[in-house]
């Protein structure tokens, strides 16, 4: 644990390690551990934190003409400083096909989700007409929940007013991402946002566009695939699970985690390595720092924070 100016929180999640500074900022280190099924796997995957947040930081930057957020600088490759936001309790997450949780769903026979109708005679993978929001409930801990609009508005989690706003930024980020996607020969298949406010301007948090929030596919044999009923070519963390499922793990009790070893290790690196040359477009230069750098650059970096926005309001 690092020792900050002006520290007043500290937070260790699965993957990431957040100090609150001055009860005003956030220093999010994103860790090289690695999480699947709600269970830290034991070995930290190397660059995995470093792939994350350039990615992160490359899609806020790419977006922020749409919604303000909360990043300031990247002052090290796994470290974001920014603006600590009073969080929304729902994640907005939207699908463009019908993949993952909404299939499993599919294909139970129900035909709604999250308050949202779902057409009949759609199959794995196919596009919707329209990209859905299918929100979810954060959880501390344990899985999130699914909940409709109707019931984030009535239970008074957000006003309707400002949800109808997180929808909007919502869509427009999706196109955004879909629009980057393209250019890379990958379609952005579902991702999830997460927002917050400072006064009464709401800004978009955490990360955006990575393989650990969102799901691509690769957009060139798409459509061969679908008519054939074949899988689609993935770019996402679900290679981790599958590994995971194969070697008899899903999170459940009594199940034991199956040894990492050094050669499962290197090709899980390798892999994000790959998700992050591929989404950006860019070559990938490991960087090593240590804890003692680290600090030393993240202790400069906060002598320097801007005061926080006086707000005018979005909503």
């Known amino acids: 644990m690092l020792q900050l100016p002006n520290q007043t929180g500290y937070y260790k999640g699965k993957v990431r390690d957040v100090y609150t500074i001055a009860n005003k900022f956030l220093t999010m280190i994103v860790s090289d551990r690695i999480s699947a099924f709600d269970v830290v796997l034991p070995r930290p995957i190397p660059y995995k934190g470093q792939v994350l947040n350039q990615i992160a930081t490359e899609m806020l930057d790419a977006t922020a003409d749409i919604v303000p957020n909360w990043k300031i600088s990247s002052p090290l490759p796994n470290v974001s400083v920014g603006y600590k936001c009073e969080t929304y309790p729902v994640e907005m997450v939207i699908r463009g096909n019908l993949t993952g ?12 989700l999250c308050g949202v109708a779902l057409p009949d005679g759609m199959k794995e993978n196919d596009y919707f007409k329209t990209p859905i929001i299918t929100p979810s409930t954060k959880a501390h801990e344990g899985h999130d929940e699914d909940i409709s609009r109707e019931e984030i508005i009535k239970r008074g989690l957000v006003s309707e007013k400002e949800y109808e706003q997180l929808e ?5 980020l999706f196109e955004r991402g879909k629009k980057i996607a393209k250019e890379r020969g990958l379609i952005l298949v579902d991702t999830k946002y997460e927002f917050g406010k400072i006064g009464d301007t709401i800004y978009l948090i955490d990360e955006i566009h990575t393989p650990d929030s969102s799901r691509y596919f690769y957009a060139d044999d798409f459509e061969e695939r679908q008519n054939n009923n074949e899988p689609q070519k993935q770019l996402s963390k679900e290679f981790v699970r599958e590994w995971l499922m194969e070697n008899g793990f899903q999170g459940k009790e009594g199940q034991q985690v199956p040894e990492m070893t050094d050669e499962v290790v290197n090709k899980i690196s390798e892999r994000y390595i790959e998700l992050y040359e ?8 490991k960087q090593d720092i240590s804890e003692k750098e680290m600090e030393a650059k993240l202790i400069a970096a906060l002598e320097h924070l801007p005061p926080v926005p006086q707000t005018i309001g979005t909503l």
């Open 278 to 285: 591929q989404i950006t477009g860019k070559k990938f230069v």
């Open 168 to 172: 909007k930024y919502t869509l427009a």
């Open 101 to 112: 949780h909404a299939w499993r769903t599919y294909k139970t026979g129900k035909r709604e």
